[in-house]
Structures are given as C-alpha cells and as structure tokens.
C-alpha cells in the first residue's frame, strides 16, 4: 500500500472527520485500526467515531464513496501483506497516524484488549504504535537525544510501524489453523517474510 494512492480520498473524507482526525495521515491511521478490529464491527460505528454522524448514509454521497474506497483499499493492501508508507513517513507525521491508529482502537477497545490476551506477539506489534503515539509510554522505549544508528531513536521506531502493522494483520486475518501455528511456542512467523505469511490468509 501506499498512503499517496489514497490521498484523493483521504483529502475528501479529512475535512468531514472530527479532531484529532482531520489530517490524511491520522485519518488513515484511525480506518486502518477500523478495518482490523478483531470482531466484525459495524461501519456505522466507525463513521459515528470518526465523522461524528449516526452511519455512513449520513454522509455526502461523494464522502461514502471515498470512505468504501480507502476501506476497500486499506483491506487489500493489508491481506496482500504489503503494507508500507510511500513516501516514508517522517516522526511528525507518524505520530499523527499512530494517534489516528489509537483512536480507531478506541471504538472497539474491549474486543482488542481481549484479542491481544490471546494473541500475544500483535499485542507486542501495537505496543511499538502506542510508543510513537504516545509521549507517556515513548519515554519508555525511545531515547529523545539518541541518534539514527540508535536502535531506540524515534526515527528506528517509525521504520518499524508498516512490519508492525502487517504482523497485526497477519495474526487478525488467519484462518484458524494457521492460527494454531502463529500461536506455536516456536514463533516460526519470525521466520518468514509478512508478503509470504500473507499468502496463507488468501
């Protein structure tokens, strides 16, 4: 994926969405945490966290079509297993997409709490998001004053959200027996590429 093939849309949905969302980056940031919530959740929900009105009817025409186009890209992007940022996002702007991608947790916080009990190496990929999103839990890992060939400098930290992302996509979108396997003490996910792990979600 790449975020500049959905700024049409992004542009058009941005001016419509509430605070902190009314950028394309958070905006795109909060629908991808919308399309791997771990449960069905209505669109309705989503448009009310993220518009501020009742569904997606509510909306202008123009805007429900740019909302299915960036979720229907978003999707496919995610279970092509090739999730990316082009061009790559700078530490600003990837703070406000990791803001973005914390609000879209918030609409169905409970299922993502219960899901990230029994899926514990997502739970560790959206622990690198809420570092970049959040200055209280960044202090913890990522060194202010470090410099780029620092591991825990903030830029390392932005490098490392579209392998974040596609590990939470990995894990949301498998089927069950390869569910079985993701969860094996042997990790052998680690091994594998996401692009290759993600032809087992088709």
């Known amino acids: 994926m790449t975020t500049a093939s959905l700024i049409p849309h992004l542009r058009a949905l941005a ?11 958070a905006l795109h940031g909060f629908l991808t945490a919308c399309v791997l919530t771990p449960e069905e959740m209505p669109l309705a929900d989503c448009v009310e966290a993220g518009f501020g009105v009742p569904g997606p009817k509510e909306l202008p025409e123009s ?18 297993g090739n999730f990316r940022f082009e061009p790559p996002l700078s530490v600003a702007e990837a703070e406000r997409w990791s803001q973005g991608y914390i609000e879209g947790i918030a609409v169905a916080e409970e299922a993502w709490s ?3 009990e029994e899926n514990v190496d997502a739970a560790k990929a959206m622990l690198l998001i809420q570092a970049v999103a959040r ?3 960044r202090r913890l890992f990522i060194t202010e ?24 996509a990995i894990f949301r979108f498998a089927t069950l027996e390869m ?3 993701l969860n094996d003490e042997d ?4 091994l594998w590429p996401d692009a290759d792990l993600a032809e087992g979600l088709k």
């Open 15 to 25: 001016a419509r969405a509430v605070e902190p969302l009314q950028t394309e980056t």
């Open 63 to 80: 805007a429900q079509q740019a909302l299915e186009g960036t979720l229907a890209g978003i999707r496919a992007t995610l279970l092509a």
């Open 114 to 116: 219960e899901w990230h």
């Open 135 to 137: 200055p209280e839990v």
């Open 145 to 168: 004053d470090a410099t780029s060939a620092d591991p825990f400098a903030a830029e390392n930290f932005v490098a490392r959200i579209p392998p974040a992302v596609r590990k939470i």
């Open 179 to 181: 569910g079985d396997y």
């Open 187 to 190: 990790a052998f996910h680690e």
